[in-house]
């Protein structure tokens, strides 16, 4: 059998409602920083929400990262988000250049890029077609804050492909590139796939994550959420996870991560910053319903048993939702696997801080269990009254993680989750 080459993140590059860059994201992270907004009035024009909070798009601008403005009016938010990340990223795994064509050296330029998104881009969708509709009707775009013209670059903005093209595009980087779209475990799904390709020979560096762009002027998008009952009813809009008094996620218009990685022995020769190695990947289906999950969990169980081997798992970044049915399975599946209290590793929910941004939240979730991995400290999980019988971090804390999984379950019964490891020089 071909041995597999091993695999480590270096470079971490975060757009986050509490924080851009590895830095600002990670040190409010810790402190138990958390974004939330009450909807704006105009959401509410035509529908009374449940949900009252969401979580604002991050604001930054592609100039401050030098991307000439000449480009925002050819691309959509979700692929001014990748290229941000990626710049955030490559210069936090120690590639630096003139320019960002120079960023990256010769001798990786055949590199991959590969990324997760949930939705993505609807929101120009949205204006097209009202624009198309209603140009008769130019009252009711005034109304929507639509601007009349229709957008001749509608179609490579809509496009999800989009986000990884630009990316090669900019980079001078050759080799294929694609996304993945697995709804809420998109991210994650990009990260193992670029992880499998990189463990195989296919590539020694890959630009992979996770993003997603969910604003709109009028709360569409989150109106359909709400419909389906999965917001958060809260007072203060905090969406508790793991807690008794949960009831629903925290929806959050957007964000993303990219990561860098590589094949070890290439980041060794630049001596690259490393953060930790990954060491598995699965994903699989839970063939059960198209937003619910699988009662009994049992795809899950197998998967992260699959996933784990005899490794002891340390930490457990969990897909953590604070939605009552996901949570209770969840819960349920964490007692199943690792016995009681004082066998589990310790769990939080990372949507607890940032609420969930669909595409880009496995990817954000994996940044922060490699950050937990290489400096061994796990941040609050911000929830009171908790489901018995887990072994919850309700504080930020230090603690020795050497072997750590983060997981993600997405609308539609896409399973995955990804193990990491301590890195070691053998």
């Known amino acids: 059998m071909e041995e597999t080459r091993r695999v480590v993140i270096t470079g971490i590059g975060p757009i986050t409602s509490i924080g851009i860059g590895r830095d600002e994201f990670w040190e409010n992270l810790l402190n138990k920083k958390i974004s939330v907004s009450e909807i704006p009035q105009r959401f509410e024009r035509n529908h009374k929400f449940r949900s009252r909070f969401y979580v604002p798009f991050p604001e930054f601008s592609i100039e401050d990262y030098g991307i000439p403005s000449k480009y925002n009016s050819l691309m959509e938010e979700t692929s001014k988000l990748s290229l941000v990340g990626s710049i955030l990223a490559l210069h936090d795994a120690g590639f630096n250049g003139d320019d960002l064509k120079s960023m990256i050296p010769e001798n990786l330029q055949n590199s991959m890029v590969i990324l997760g ?10 204006y097209q077609y009202a624009i198309q509709a209603l140009s008769h009707r130019p009252e009711i775009l005034e109304e929507l804050d639509v601007y009349p013209r229709y957008n001749r670059m509608a179609i490579p903005s809509i496009m999800p492909n989009s986000a990884t093209s630009w990316v090669t595009i900019l980079f ?10 697995t709804s809420c475990s998109s991210g994650t799904y990009a990260i193992g796939e670029a992880y499998q390709k990189i463990s195989r020979g296919s590539a020694d560096m890959i630009i992979s994550g996770g993003i997603e762009c969910l604003k709109d002027n009028v709360g569409a998008t989150m109106r359909g959420f709400d419909t389906l009952g999965t917001l958060t009813k809260s007072d203060d809009g905090k969406p508790l996870p793991f807690s008794k008094q949960r009831s629903g996620f925290l929806f959050s218009e957007g964000g993303g991560c990219i990561l860098i990685l590589e094949e070890l022995e290439s980041a060794r020769k630049r001596n690259a910053p490393i953060y930790c190695e990954i060491v598995g990947y699965a994903s699989n289906s839970d063939a059960y319903n198209v937003v619910q999950m699988q009662p009994s969990g049992d795809q899950v169980k197998k998967l992260i048993t699959g996933v784990i081997g005899e490794n002891k798992i340390d930490y457990l970044n969990t897909h953590g939702t604070a939605t009552l049915l996901n949570d209770e399975i969840e819960a349920m599946i964490i007692q199943d696997l690792f016995g009681n209290k004082e066998t589990q590793p310790l769990i939080n929910s990372t949507k607890g801080n940032l609420g969930h941004s669909i595409g880009a939240a496995g990817a954000i979730e994996i940044a922060v269990t490699a950050l937990s991995v290489k400096e061994n400290r796990i941040h609050a999980n911000l929830s009171e009254d908790l489901i018995d019988n887990l072994n919850i971090a309700n504080k930020t804390i230090n603690h020795e993680v050497n072997f750590a999984l983060s997981a993600s379950y997405g609308f539609g019964g896409h399973n995955s989750v990804i193990l990491l490891k301590k890195y070691t020089e053998r």
């Open 172 to 181: 001078g980087i050759t080799g294929p590139n694609f996304t993945i779209n």
């Open 117 to 126: 998104i949930g939705i993505g881009a609807l929101r120009t969708a949205l």
